[in-house]
Nanobody, 115 residues
């Protein structure tokens, strides 16, 4: 049974930082591409960043240079370091893995950027 559990969201002022974590179980974590997505109120879910099993990364243009995705295969955990946060980063952030042709999602963690 695949499970993804996010943590680390919260309230941050513009310009500050937050780090999200996603702990995975039920898969051989090191073999799979992991992703972070977000969904703001009234908007569709969008890709934020992905990291392959070999550590190659991909970012949405809106977060390039501010966010960093990383993984610790020993801990079965993927991280999203978010720096220079902006109000438009406010959203529920979801962890994702595609396993056996199916998307799995965590429960989401709320990130609110406001002064």
């Amino acid at each position: 049974q695949v499970q993804l559990v996010e943590s680390g969201g919260g309230l941050a002022q513009p310009g500050r930082s937050l780090r999200l974590s996603c702990a995975a179980s039920g898969i051989i974590f090191s073999l799979y591409t992991m992703g972070w997505y977000r969904q703001a109120p009234g908007k569709q879910r969008e890709l934020v960043a992905t990291i392959t099993s070999r550590g190659s990364t991909n970012y949405a243009n809106s977060v390039k240079g501010r966010f960093t995705i990383s993984r610790d295969n020993a801990k079965n955990t993927v991280y999203l370091q978010m720096n220079s946060l902006k109000p438009e980063d406010t959203a529920v952030y979801y962890c994702n893995v595609q396993y056996v042709l199916r998307d799995y999602w965590g429960q989401g963690t709320q990130v609110t950027v406001s002064s």
